[in-house]
DNA sequence: GGGAAACTTGTTAACGTGCACATTCTAGCG
DNA sequence: CGCTAGAATGTGCACGTTAACAAGTTTCCC
């Protein structure tokens, strides 16, 4: 017996349980018969405890139902074992996407993510990442490129590793994992460019007060500098409703398109460009023949539809396990990383959406 | 000046910067000359605070860039401000709709949700169950109704309110916020059999070792009761790959559909319903006149597509709103609640993939 | 057989905050 | 002017765990 209550007032510290409350440690480790730290190594398997030790202990642990309190332990090792993910939505496949990625490479480390999301609202980030960084996460995830000067101040001040994922910023935080949505608008003008469309537009939504679609808009910049370069104007690049979009923005858009004239079209979204297929569908307008259609995101329904649409594509679950990868590099400490920018790159995926296919 | 260093020994206790770390709550209350407590205060906004003493606080705050320490925040007040929340994947819009709808209630009163998802997997399901309990959340929120005999033990241990979603098990564990996915079934195909269809079938995904859709094995059962006590054979009923099914679902099974010689069909999601319509479309076999199609979860998609697809509705964001509601209710120590069982109801939406639909 | 190394277990003191209670200050009143 | 109620602020400790170090036991080798 090694426990004793001498210096111990009243309270249940020496391993008593405690009516309406979980068990603790202490009275694991009393009722096993040995001291809590000897629990608190079988608990976190750190094999130095006898296998015989070690059953009692688990008998114990499994009697009492006993379950460790991770905020206790958080405290005391100054490790949450949190990784902050901060997503405009969770309604986008893509971004859900990476979020499985993410857990797929932090499972083993025994990671959890700490998942917020902003509804592409600029004042929202600022709220939720005090909110976030309050649970003291070893590293913050969050969708590049514009941050308020208060957030990227927190960001710094913080002291975890920052990795801006899904656009590559052009001046990081800190590390990045994504790819240039500008050049995703560049990739849809050029190819459309030498398809030999003329009237070449684009559709995406119209960012207005706080809620802004940051990448969305790279991409429509650099679609729209490509357009110049060519020597078209760029008026026929459309904005209308607000992030984040989604099919009906597409339907709602087509008759804009049509009206114009406009014979090829990149869309922000591939739920967009599937609004617009299937609107044409139902005004009887032929796609490709009459209206040329290119989206964003390579999104699983542009792939069932007919005519099948073509895209740009980026692997965003391979995204997130890439960065989960970065931040086991990163976060065992003492290894002070430079900063890190990984390009995933993309792909422009060539379907039936297009006159002139392959 | 209040601080003393009289009992401390050597540490920062007494409010001395650190270098490195994050600062603490003392550093602030020296910093502006109070006592820690009016710190606490202060940021919990307990209105205790004079107006002047608050915004040297504050002041204090803002310079040292202060973010409190929610984990030992939590271990002092035993309140965690977690709320989990389980599901089987993140990438269902349905699914991350109910996370929106819960966030959409819990904001306001500062709950922070903890997420985790199974990929349908039993196993899984007990490992990230542990892993949350271990954060201490103050409500659980899980989809219904099968859990491992572990599980339940665990989770009736925990003392904190269990409700389960998405469906209504026959057992609640406890409260309850969702709907019967045996009637959605029945309901399916109450409305094919009244529309006088002969062959009619359904598309679910078989549930092999420890990857099981139990709420679609559900809308299945309801499905073939239905159908049997009409007299039809259930033999039409087919089991084709794994959780969780998506448009190729459809696409593959729509071969056997054909060869069966089905003319109506209830798909366990719309998006393998839409999957159909999409290789119908390809192969030339026209919708509804030849195969008539039903969906369940009214995804957007449905909506869009030509010919829209009849589904069954259920509000999935409003059933995360009312479970967030519902938990703001539970929360509130000493009222012992009755176990709560809401029931958010289910619409048969008519659309024109079914021959004969008004 | 003696000593060091390796293994196993234990003791004590943080970790940063909130609760319960104590103390100080202020205003009001007879 | 002294007393009291109430407001404002402070003190001490507990929350449940882990780090750091200490102590006891066994093993191994010359």
Avoid at 49 to 72: F, N
Wanted: overall charge neutral; some cysteine.
């Amino acid at each position: 017996m090694t426990r004793s209550g001498k210096k111990r007032v009243d309270n249940g510290g020496d391993g008593r349980a405690r009516p309406g409350r979980r068990p603790t440690i202490r009275e694991v480790s009393r009722l096993a018969g040995v001291s809590h730290m000897t629990v608190s190594r079988v608990i976190r398997d750190l094999d130095l405890v006898q296998p015989e030790t070690r059953a009692r202990v688990h008998k114990a642990i499994a009697d009492l139902g006993y379950v460790p309190d991770r905020a206790a332990g958080s405290l005391a090792s100054r490790r949450t074992g949190f990784i902050a993910l901060m997503l405009p939505t969770l309604t986008n496949t893509n971004f859900a996407a990476v979020a499985h990625g993410l857990t797929d490479a932090l499972r083993l480390a025994d990671y959890d993510l700490l998942i917020a999301y902003t509804e592409y609202s600029v004042s929202e980030e600022e709220r939720q990442l005090k909110n976030l960084l309050a649970r003291r996460p070893e590293a913050m995830v969050l969708t590049g490129s514009m941050h308020s000067r208060a957030a990227a101040k927190m960001l710094l001040a913080s002291g975890i590793p920052v990795i801006e994922i899904a656009d590559l910023p052009r001046q990081p935080l800190e590390h990045a994992v994504g790819f240039s949505n500008y050049e995703v608008g560049r990739t849809a003008a050029r190819y459309l460019i030498d398809k030999g469309f003329e009237r070449i537009g684009a559709t995406a939504s119209s960012n207005e007060g706080d809620v802004i679609d940051h990448r969305g808009e790279e991409r429509m910049r650099g679609f729209e500098d490509e357009l110049k370069r060519s020597g078209r104007p760029p008026e026929l690049v459309l904005r209308h409703g607000h992030a984040p979009v989604s099919f009906d923005h597409g339907v709602a858009v087509t008759p804009l398109l049509l009206e114009k004239r406009i014979d090829a079209v990149f869309a922000v979204s591939d739920l967009s460009a599937v609004g617009i297929v299937m609107e044409c569908q139902r005004r009887g307008v032929a796609v490709p023949e009459q209206l040329s259609i290119v989206g964003f995101g390579d999104f699983e329904i542009g792939r069932e539809i007919n005519p099948a649409l073509t895209t740009i594509h980026v692997d965003f679950h391979a995204l997130g396990l890439r960065t989960g990868r970065l931040i086991l590099d990163l976060l065992p400490p003492g290894a002070a990383h430079a900063p890190e920018i990984v390009d995933v790159g993309l792909t422009l995926v060539e379907r039936a959406s297009v006159r002139g296919a392959k």
